[in-house]
């Protein structure tokens, strides 16, 4: 996970407006919220989530090993039905384990979404927060590009696009799910059918 720089968080004087009180520090302010809540989600998350993909590997490992060594008893003559029933279970428990560290990958996706938001807030509330550059134009252009180029999928370039368009949200999230959807993503398995990890 990237690190991101935190903005300085000035205090809300809403509560009690003196002649300092400004909208900007009030932004800042609540971007300073937004960006603590979606780090200690992505801290929350990551360590959890690491323990169980550990878990989830050696459990995989195993069913592994247990899939071949009942594949080998079934292929000894005189094999009972038992052994069938155990190469049956060993494949099914192989194929759910699989699946399950397949849904972890989710997470790692969802992690990276969110540390986008993270990025974009704090760059947000830098630019606020510094009266030099809060009304020039090139530095709010600059911003964009630097989100722009931080992502890697198409998608989300035209999503990011269409908002700075004037688009709804509505709008943008359905052109992103459109195109994610129908992005060519590498499969998740190998050659062998094995999961590949994060």
Known sequence: MQIVSQPVNPGSSSQQPDLDWSQARETITMLCLATA?????LRDAS???????DSFTKIASNSQHVLETAKKIEE??????????????????????????VSFQFHDRVSQKLSHVNRSLSLVADIIGDSDRLFQPSE????????????TLECKR???????????????L?????NDMNSAAPSDLDDDGDVELF
């Open 37 to 41: 809540q979606i780090e200690a989600a």
């Open 174 to 178: 359905s052109l992103y799910e459109h």
């Open 47 to 53: 360590m959890s989530v690491d323990a169980l993909a």
């Open 158 to 172: 035209l999503m990011f696009q269409k908002i700075l368009e004037g688009s709804t949200i509505k709008e943008a």
């Open 76 to 101: 000894e003559e005189n094999s009972s039905s038992h052994h069938a029933e155990l190469t049956t279970s060993a494949t099914k428990l192989h194929t759910e384990i699989n699946s399950s560290i």
């Open 140 to 151: 709010w252009r600059n911003i964009q590009d630097e989100i722009s180029k931080s992502y």
